[in-house]
Nanobody
Framework: QDQLVESGGGSVQAGDSLRLSCVAS??????MGWFRQAPGKEREFQAA????????STADSVKGRFTISRDNAKNMVFLQMNSLKPEDTAVYYC??????????????????WGQGTQVTVSS
């Protein structure tokens, strides 16, 4: 059964770090991504990783602070977020492509989504 379950969100202070995790049942062999949606805004790309974990793509706004990785043996994807800022406050979603092992920054290319995990960063 295809299912994505995120965890690791929470409330932190500016400058702190968080590591988000996503268990991706039934989604082996495809590229995975992280997106976020702040109140009143559209869902936006953060980072993506190829099926084999050797290639990544990161949004310019978080490059150098956010790092995506995966552990295929455990069917898990991670988003390490450092130096968090109040503007990083959002619901973060894990997503999986239907079949493709190649990264994409486009929402429309992801067929499976988790329920999201809230990240709140206070100043």
């Amino acid at each position: 059964q295809d299912q994505l379950v995120e965890s690791g969100g929470g409330s932190v202070q500016a400058g702190d770090s968080l590591r988000l995790s996503c268990v991706a049942s039934g989604r082996a062999g495809v590229a995975m991504g992280w997106f976020r949606q702040a109140p009143g805004k559209e869902r936006e790309f953060q980072a993506a990783i190829t099926a084999n974990g050797l290639g990544t793509s990161t949004a310019d706004s978080v490059k150098g602070r956010f790092t995506i990785s995966r552990d295929n043996a455990k069917n898990m994807v991670f988003l390490q977020m450092n130096s968090l800022k109040p503007e990083d406050t959002a619901v973060y979603y894990c997503a999986a492509r239907g079949r493709s092992p190649i990264v994409s920054r486009a929402l429309r290319d992801y067929d499976y989504w988790g329920q999201g995990t809230q990240v709140t960063v206070s100043s």
